[in-house]
């Protein structure tokens, strides 16, 4: 096994030894011997648009993880937006909103995403990432809750700050790719800390494609930090198999956003995983 991947296993081996916090149906992600495969031709996806990144790519099925960039896929960075699928458990278990249903309202102040300019449910804020919608969220819940759930799942280095709604997009909250994908894994198989409940509709509102596919991701954009960083982070699953993934790029135009799902679909079609 490749050095650079004991970050990565020994995130898989912690999430099977974290308590449950009573939370019953919950099961452990095993203890297991992962294959590391360094893919240097994956770098070519990123040489095209000028920008460095990262891809890992992670089958248990296969017990293999594909990596590019193994020593950035091992650093921590902000999570940015795909802290949204956290935020969304944590808002969903401790009640400060009730489902996906329940209307988030505007706070009516105009901000420069149109699409955030009005009421909607937590799907909807999901799909545009409404930062403002979720800062709202986290207040709700609150540092000492939210603290407590960080703690208990052991997101990446468990920091928050005073301000509440704001951890997870500037200096404080961190975590790797590497992390994202053990944090994912635990999600898809109902191994976190959280009801059966909560985690089976927070994956309802991750979905991004349903044929002849599925698809769950969530995609970030760092742009409070030094070097903009961004995100695209999920799972496929095809025929019955998960392929988890988590793409993290530096890039300096907004107009390489586009670039975080770009890339990773390259990346999934030139592993026959999607067409």
């Given at each position: 096994?490749?050095?650079y ?16 916090s ?6 452990p ?28 790519l992670?089958?248990?099925t ?14 921590r960075y ?5 802290f949204?699928?956290?935020n ?18 505007w706070?009516g ?20 990432s409404?930062?403002?919608c ?6 709700r819940?609150?540092q ?7 703690d ?7 920091v928050?700050?005073p ?7 500037e200096?404080g909250l ?6 994202q ?13 959280f ?11 991750m ?10 991701a ?11 960083t961004?995100w ?20 300096s ?17 030139a592993?026959?995983i999607?067409?």
């Amino acid at each position: 096994m490749k050095p650079y991947c004991l970050l990565f296993v020994s995130a898989l081996l912690f999430a099977a030894c974290k308590p449950n916090s009573g939370i019953q149906n919950q099961t452990p992600v095993a203890s297991k011997t992962i294959d590391t495969v360094i893919v240097d031709s994956w770098k070519k996806f990123y040489d095209s648009i000028g920008i460095q990144g990262c891809f890992v790519l992670y089958s248990p099925t296969d017990s293999t993880v594909r990596v590019f960039n193994p020593e950035r896929a091992a650093t921590r960075y902000t999570p940015a937006s795909t802290f949204k699928i956290f935020n969304s458990l944590v808002a969903l278990e401790t009640g400060v909103i009730k489902d996906t249903n329940e209307i988030i309202k505007w706070d009516g102040e105009k901000r420069g995403n149109e699409n955030w300019n009005k009421d909607m449910n937590l799907k909807e804020a999901f799909r545009v990432s409404c930062v403002p919608c979720y800062q709202e969220l986290a207040r709700r819940a609150g540092q000492t809750r939210m603290q407590h759930w960080l703690d208990t799942v052991g997101y990446g280095n468990k920091v928050t700050t005073p301000n509440i709604d704001d951890f997870w997009l500037e200096k404080g909250l961190e975590i790797s790719p590497y992390e994202q994908i053990a944090f994912l894994e635990r999600l898809y198989n109902n191994a976190l800390p959280f009801s059966s409940k909560t985690m089976n509709t927070v994956k309802e509102v991750m979905l991004v494609q349903n044929v002849p596919y599925t698809m769950r991701a969530k995609t970030g954009w760092g742009l409070r930090v030094e070097n903009s960083t961004g995100w695209y982070v999920g799972w496929v699953e095809k025929d019955g198999k998960p392929y988890f993934f988590a793409n993290n790029i530096e890039f300096s135009k907004d107009n390489l956003v586009h670039s975080r799902i770009e890339i990773s679909l390259a990346i999934l079609r030139a592993e026959g995983i999607i067409k």
